[in-house]
T-cell receptor, first 111, second 116 residues
Framework: SQQGEEDPQALSIQEGENATMNCSYKTSINNLQWYRQNSGRGLVHLILIRSNEREKHSGRLRVTLDTSKKSSSLLITASRAADTASYFCATDSTGTYKYIFGTGTRLKVLA | DTEVTQTPKHLVMGMTNKKSLKCEQHMGHRAMYWYKQKAKKPPELMFVYSYEKLSINESVPSRFSPECPNSSLLNLHLHALQPEDSALYLC???????????????FGPGTRLLVL
C-alpha cells in the first residue's frame, strides 16, 4: 500500500508546549502536504512542501522533508487549545496526481 | 471565495433507497474529488474528475455513481447501499488535475451518511 504512516497516532500536550508529528511514505513524491481536520469535518490545508525543499514555515508551523528517508515532520509551536484536531500528511506519487493520506495523528491540547 | 459546499450535511437512508450527494465550488477549479472517510481513519480516494471527465475510479462499487454536470458541480448518486457504506463523504476541488501538478485540495465539510 502506498499509504503513509504517521506517528504518534495520538498526542496529548499542555497549552504552550510544542507538538511534533511525523509522516513516513513509501514511494517517490512530487510534494507532500499537511492537513488538519476538526472532529470529523472537512480537511483544511496547512502547508505544502515540494520534493526539492527541505524546510518550510507558516506562522507557528514548521515542516521538514527528508526525501532520502521518505519522511516529513510537522512542528506546531506554542500550541493552543484550538489546535486540537487530527493532522494528516498527504503524498502524491511521481507521475500521478492522486493524493494518498497518511494514517493521521490525533492531537489534543489541554488548556 | 475559497469554499466548497456539500449538501446535505447528514443523510440517513435505507438499503433500497436512492439518494444523491451534491458538491459545488465557484473557484474555477477544474478537478473535483470524492473521498470516503470512516471514523478515525484517513480519507480514501473514490473518484477524480478532471475537466468534467472521470479520470480516476478507485475500483469503487457500482452502487456509487459519480456525475459531473459542469465544472462547478459534482454529484454522487447512491443506490442499494450497504450498512458498511456508512461514513463521512468528502468532496474536494483543486485548480487542475494534470499529472505532476503541485496543487492544494480544498475540502467541503462533508456529508455524514448512515445506511440502515
Amino acid at each position: 500500500s502506498q499509504q503513509g504512516e504517521e506517528d504518534p497516532q495520538a498526542l496529548s500536550i499542555q497549552e504552550g508546549e510544542n507538538a511534533t508529528m511525523n509522516c513516513s511514505y513509501k514511494t517517490s513524491i512530487n510534494n507532500l502536504q499537511w492537513y488538519r481536520q476538526n472532529s470529523g469535518r472537512g480537511l483544511v490545508h496547512l502547508i505544502l512542501i515540494r520534493s526539492n525543499e527541505r524546510e518550510k514555515h507558516s506562522g507557528r508551523l514548521r515542516v521538514t522533508l527528508d526525501t532520502s528517508k521518505k519522511s516529513s515532520s510537522l512542528l506546531i509551536t506554542a500550541s493552543r487549545a484550538a489546535d486540537t484536531a487530527s493532522y494528516f500528511c498527504a503524498t502524491d506519487s511521481t507521475g500521478t496526481y492522486k493524493y494518498i493520506f497518511g494514517t493521521g495523528t490525533r492531537l489534543k491540547v489541554l488548556a | 471565495d475559497t469554499e466548497v459546499t456539500q449538501t446535505p450535511k447528514h443523510l440517513v437512508m435505507g438499503m433500497t433507497n436512492k439518494k444523491s450527494l451534491k458538491c459545488e465550488q465557484h473557484m474555477g477549479h477544474r478537478a473535483m474529488y470524492w473521498y470516503k472517510q470512516k471514523a478515525k481513519k484517513p480519507p480514501e480516494l473514490m473518484f477524480v474528475y478532471s475537466y468534467e471527465k472521470l479520470s480516476i475510479n478507485e475500483s469503487v462499487p457500482s452502487r456509487f455513481s459519480p456525475e459531473c454536470p459542469n465544472s462547478s458541480l459534482l454529484n454522487l448518486h447512491l443506490h442499494a447501499l450497504q450498512p458498511e457504506d456508512s461514513a463521512l463523504y468528502l468532496c474536494a476541488s483543486s485548480l487542475a488535475g494534470g499529472p505532476q501538478k503541485r496543487e492544494t485540495q480544498y475540502f467541503g465539510p462533508g456529508t455524514r451518511l448512515l445506511v440502515l
